[in-house]
């Protein structure tokens, strides 16, 4: 991908769109799955809700930071980490049992989830001509959604075996990180973008 960070990528944001189908499919799988688990295991429902409430704690607890990630780290490393913490959790998940772990397991989840969304969010809203900002945020969202609703059809897979589901997640998310080490490296000039704003309005208003 060889645009700049700070230029538009048709090719960038397609591999955006997939990414972020990933990303609903393991919070969409995540909450149906494991409290299925809690509850086969005849966990009571109010433990139960309150550990599936940790993913969207961990979710409101990214936006604490995930914007000082980014300043910092750039978007393509804070997608990066945000993949890896969703690998390492769900890893973790596979291999141990029990309420506690697995609601601290699903704050991290939520908090991998969300920096890595966001940053592939802000990156397109970022580099995107305004006209088609709309468009383009319709299409993440979507792919989100879609993403979102495939997950739970991991229950199916339960049928296979206690760990096919989580392979599968695993699977994807390994995809993911590689296809993320892709994206190019870099800060994104906001003031770059600014410029180049001004410069179209002002053509736009030259040519009237």
């Known amino acids: 991908m060889t645009a700049r960070v700070n230029e538009w990528s048709t090719t960038r944001f397609y591999t955006f769109l997939f990414l972020v189908v990933i990303f609903g499919v393991t919070q969409g799988f995540l909450v149906p799955v494991i409290t299925t688990m809690l509850e086969q295991a005849h966990l009571s429902p109010s433990l139960n809700g309150l550990s599936a409430a940790m993913l969207y704690v961990g979710m409101l607890f990214s936006m604490l930071f995930y914007s000082k990630l980014i300043t910092l780290y750039g978007y393509r490393n804070t997608i990066l980490l945000g993949v890896f913490i969703l690998l390492v959790s769900f890893v973790l998940i596979l291999f141990t049992k029990g309420v506690w772990i697995w609601s601290i397991l699903r704050f991290f989840v939520g908090i991998g989830n969300n920096i890595a969304l966001l940053s592939c969010q802000v990156w397109v809203i970022a580099t995107v001509n305004p006209k088609y900002k709309g468009r383009r945020l319709s299409q993440f969202g979507m792919m989100y959604g879609l993403g979102f609703g495939l997950g739970p059809l991991g229950l199916n897979a339960l049928s296979f075996g206690y760990a096919v589901p989580f392979v599968i997640i695993i699977t994807l998310l390994v ?30 208003h030259k040519c009237i």
């Open 175 to 204: 995809i993911a990180f590689v296809l993320s080490l892709q994206l190019t490296k870099g800060h994104a000039d906001f003031e770059f973008r600014r410029r180049n704003n001004r410069i179209s309005t002002y053509n736009i």
